[in-house]
T-cell receptor, first 114, second 109 residues
């Protein structure tokens, strides 16, 4: 089955700096890669996703890159703000099989210091 | 728009007691539904998923069961809770990415 590794497990940055979280996956058939943000006591929320036919996607201060050959993808947050502090999860899935189940990374706790 | 409701938000149950967590989805039909458990605030473990009424797939052997009696209703149950069942339980549906419910914090004492 799919295996997703996520690094780092914790990340602390100064407000205004950039933050990068990286994930690798094992199943070359995976074709959908979402990122979720989870605030304390809440369910994860989808913040951005990318499909395997795209190399990069950007939404305001958030961007995701995908390298299919190397089987890794990354989340980039620019101009970080204190409200970006949360746990971030990456995931990988094959959308057309097994109900599109996602395999999640273990999460990265991002702390943005004011 | 689609919404997902999950309740209760918190639950404290004694060991050996039964469990029933309910999840309902609005604004979509025939959704794929999922139950996840999150321990220690990290790591999402898939417990069950369902692609339709009465269709349940279990991902890990455990003390829990799931049922889907209606198209937009997904229930997580246990006949006798164990201490190890404590955790944060999340229901989700998906089109592409998941939409998660607000979660149930279960503490078994």
């Amino acid at each position: 089955g799919e295996n997703v590794e996520q690094h780092p497990s914790t990340l602390s940055v100064q407000e205004g700096d950039s933050a990068v979280i990286k994930c690798t996956y094992s199943d070359s058939a995976s074709n959908y890669f979402p990122w979720y943000k989870q605030e304390l006591g809440k369910g994860p929320q989808l913040i951005i996703d990318i499909r395997s036919n795209v190399g990069e996607k950007k939404d305001q201060r958030i961007a995701v890159t995908l390298n299919k050959t190397a089987k890794h993808f990354s989340l980039h947050i620019t101009e970080t703000q204190p409200e970006d502090s949360a746990v971030y999860f990456c995931a990988a899935s094959i959308m057309t099989t097994n109900a599109g189940k996602s395999t999640f990374g273990d999460g990265t706790t991002l702390t943005v210091k004011p | 728009s689609q919404t997902i409701h999950q309740w209760p938000a918190t639950l404290v149950q004694p060991v050996g007691s039964p469990l029933s967590l309910e999840c309902t989805v609005e604004g979509t039909s025939n959704p794929n539904l999922y139950w996840y458990r999150q321990a220690a605030g990290r790591g999402l473990q898939l417990l069950f998923y369902s692609v339709g009424i009465g269709q349940i797939s279990s991902e890990v052997p455990q003390n829990l069961s799931a049922s889907r009696p209606q198209d937009r209703q997904f229930i997580l149950s246990s006949k006798k809770l164990l201490l190890s069942d404590s955790g944060f339980y999340l229901c989700a549906w998906r089109k592409y990415g998941y939409t998660f419910g607000s979660g149930t914090r279960l503490t078994v004492v």
